[in-house]
Every structure is written in structure tokens, then in C-alpha cells.
């Protein structure tokens, strides 16, 4: 560690000693377009479902409509429910990993003034 090293510059050295996967990764990134794909066309589906109920006298077709429309609101709560999941699953990676280094850093402080505190010796009884 150089004295030009900046905190962050360190907060990025250790994420790569630690190997936590970029939240960027492919597959994950495929999950959260399918999850945005599927919100989309769950309310394309939706929508449709509502126009082509709305535009016939035949009970047979508005049926196959409301089908359609409960289809379109099943895709948009698994979409949304997808996209969810893997949209925080990055950003908590990213939060536990910097509460792993803050802690350490921490530890690494106290640690460090104990031990001053006890070379001084002013203590009058031991802990």
C-alpha cells in the first residue's frame, strides 16, 4: 500500500482479494432482462386483453380475453419479481462486502490503540 493510495483505491484492491463476482455478470444480466422483458409483456398482453374484450359481443372471445389478461398479470409479477431479485442481489453483494471492510478496518483501529494503550502502561490494573 503506497501513501498516494486513496481509501478507495484500497476498497477496490480487497474486493479483488476477496473474488466477489461482478453484479454485472452475464448470467445474472440475462435474468434481469428477462424479469424487464417479461414486466413488458405482461402489460402488452394486458392492454390487448382489455381492447379485445371491450370490442365484441361474443362471451366465447371475451373469455379467451380475460384468459389473456390474467396470463399478462402473471408475466408482470414474475417479471417484476425477477427483475427484483437480481437488481438487489447486486447492490447487497456490494453493501455486505463494504460492511466486511468497514468492520475490518474497524477491528484493524481498536486493535491498533490497544495495543499503543498497552505499551504505555498506564494502566493500573490488567483487563
Known sequence: ??????????????????KIPDPAAARAGLWLRIGMALMALGLVL????????????????????LTLGLAGVA????GSALFLRYSLTGFLRFWMARQSYDLTLLADRLLERDIRHDLTGTDAAPR
Open 1 to 18: 500500500m503506497t501513501s498516494t493510495e486513496t481509501r478507495a483505491d484500497r476498497f477496490v484492491s480487497e474486493l479483488a482479494v476477496l
Open 46 to 65: 394486458v392492454v390487448s386483453a382489455y381492447f379485445i374484450s371491450h370490442n365484441t359481443g361474443d362471451q366465447l372471445v371475451q373469455n379467451d380475453a
Open 75 to 78: 408475466a408482470s409479477v414474475v
